[in-house]
């Protein structure tokens, strides 16, 4: 193809879930929210990025000119969004591959402290993105493998993107500590990678604790045994803040089955991390005595206690 600004790069398309009922929430309820002011802090991060980043996180390359030296971000990462639906495109490359996967990470993990959670999918091929203009095969394809393929709180990764970069196999994040292959499926990147946190969260087990919240939150909210805001979770509220993120009127009346599907999904997600980094998150030999916690690990795993989701003990105020 010989048109110019139409070339071959990988595309990512991104959406928001639960936006659109949200959005019915935040409007029947006619005034500015906790929920409002959660989708606009996000909207106004993603428009905020889309325009200039704010440099957290970013990958950035400097090119010296004849009297300055110009700084660039790694890869060519471009970014539009509309509404609830994100797409970012970065080059043809191993360092635009690079490139892009640090941006969807960071997209995701800063709107999942507010509460938020994406589900997308990455693929590679012809795309033509200029500021506001967008439109390719490569678009049409990632729109369709996050709407049909994606199905959990995931951002996948289409097999073509393996075959672009073979050469790349096992560096990273073409290696386990990035992407999560499980067998007759997409590979999908890791929705909690070791020590990647947003900045307003001082450490990696502080941005753990606060997504822990809101797994919990959502959990009781869309499981329809959890009724009401009883007295077990009163004193899990304590913990996880949710009047402050999510509205002083907590009610856990209701249940959505296939919704609480991808939160359940997201749960084992989250344990599994717990698991796999079991020792950068557990006390050290020399700390006798952390937060209340004497020994053992510093976060624990999500489970069913018999009345709501909880965390399997509590240990002192982490948990």
Known sequence: ??????????????????????????????????????????????????????GQHDLPIYEHKEDHILEKELGDPRISYISD?????????????KSLCNKLTK?????????????????????????P??????????????????????????????DVLESNLGKFPLNEHAITKVANDFSYLANFP???????TPSWLDFLLR???????????????????????RNLDRFCCWKEVYGWELCFDGGNDSVLKKYEWLKDEFNSTLKRY????????????WGGVKEGMRILPIHWNGIIWAPEKELGRIR
Do not use: W
Not at 89 to 94: G, N, T, V, W
Not at 211 to 233: C, M, T
Not at 278 to 289: I, K, R
């Open 278 to 289: 079991s020792e950068f998150l557990s006390v050290s030999e020399g700390d006798e005595y």
């Open 85 to 97: 639906c994100i797409i970012i495109s970065a080059e043809s490359s191993f360092d635009g591959f």
């Open 133 to 162: 203009m967008l439109f390719g095969s490569a678009y049409q394809k990632a729109y369709e493998l996050e709407s049909e393929k994606a199905k959990h709180p995931r951002i996948i990764i289409d097999d073509i993107v393996f």
């Open 1 to 54: 193809m010989n048109i110019e600004g139409y070339e071959n790069r990988f595309v990512a398309f991104l959406d928001i879930l639960g936006f659109k009922e949200l959005i019915y929430k935040i409007e029947s309820e006619g005034k500015e929210s906790s929920d409002f002011k959660r989708v606009r802090s996000v909207l106004n991060f993603l428009h905020e990025e889309s325009i200039e980043s704010n």
């Open 194 to 200: 070791l020590n990647y946190h947003p900045q307003y």
């Open 107 to 131: 997209f995701s993990t800063d709107i999942a402290c507010d509460g938020i959670f994406m589900r997308g999918a990455v693929t590679h091929g012809k795309i033509y993105h200029h500021g």
């Open 211 to 233: 997504i822990k919240s809101r797994i919990l939150y959502h959990l009781n909210v869309f499981d329809s045994r959890v009724s009401g805001f009883g007295q077990e979770l």
